[in-house]
């Protein structure tokens, strides 16, 4: 009889991981490959899932995309780009920090660097703090990536820090959304980080098709 997967503990281990040197169920080699186990180049179920997604993963991403475009839909081409920058600042820190930020503290980071742009709107100079260490580090990334843009921008400095509100605005939103309507039972809560973390990797890398993965990638 097959030991259970060591990664769920809810189906039969029957897929050996080169990665991890050991069996796991097959849904969680095809939901946590690249993610969270570091598939080698040469795995062969890596090999067929570029060339043949499981229907399991493009559900995922299908039900992934339904969650965050209506939520990303209405902004500029610059309100994207910068919700994507500073989503991508998130992940780069998330996946350094200790301890590990969750989706509260995403929310948090992004609505009081938002807070401090729209304050100085109003020629009022106040930084607002978060409640939280992990989510003050955050905010900390996301004002550093934000300056170094402004930076560069010149004479369209004040409307970049109006479009970088917006952008953080709608990231606390989806932040604070995610847990409710994508929850991710293995990372509670964590759901929009898990979400972001998938959507930002191309669903296969060797396709010419844009995939929805890719159209998030800067």
Not at 6 to 11: D, E, I
Not at 75 to 95: C, D, I, K, N, W
Request: net charge positive; proline share 7%.
């Amino acid at each position: 009889m097959r030991a259970p997967c060591p990664l769920c503990s809810a189906r039969k281990a029957k897929r050996l991981c080169p990665a991890l040197g050991h069996e796991i169920c097959p849904v969680c080699c095809a939901t946590k490959r690249l993610t969270q186990i570091r598939c080698p180049s040469d795995c062969s179920y890596l090999s067929a899932s570029r060339a043949h997604p499981a229907a399991i993963v493009q559900r995922q991403r299908d039900r992934d995309m339904r969650f965050l475009l209506p939520r990303i839909a209405d902004l500029s081409e610059p309100q994207y780009r910068l919700f994507m920058l500073f989503q991508a600042v998130v992940l780069q820190h998330t996946g350094q920090a200790t301890p590990v930020p969750h989706d509260a503290d995403v929310a948090e980071a992004a609505a009081s660097v938002a807070a401090t742009l729209e304050t100085a709107r109003k020629g009022i100079i106040y930084e607002h703090r978060t409640a939280s260490i992990p989510a003050q580090r955050l905010a900390s990334e996301i004002s550093k990536a934000l300056n170094e843009v402004a930076g560069r921008a010149g004479a369209e400095a004040a409307r970049l820090e109006r479009d970088a509100a917006a952008a953080l605005r709608r990231l606390e939103r989806t932040a604070r959304d995610a847990r409710a309507e994508v929850p991710d039972p293995e990372r509670e809560e964590s759901s929009w980080l898990a979400l972001a973390d998938r959507l930002m990797k191309p669903a296969s890398p060797d396709s010419s098709d844009q995939t929805a993965g890719s159209k998030l990638v800067l």
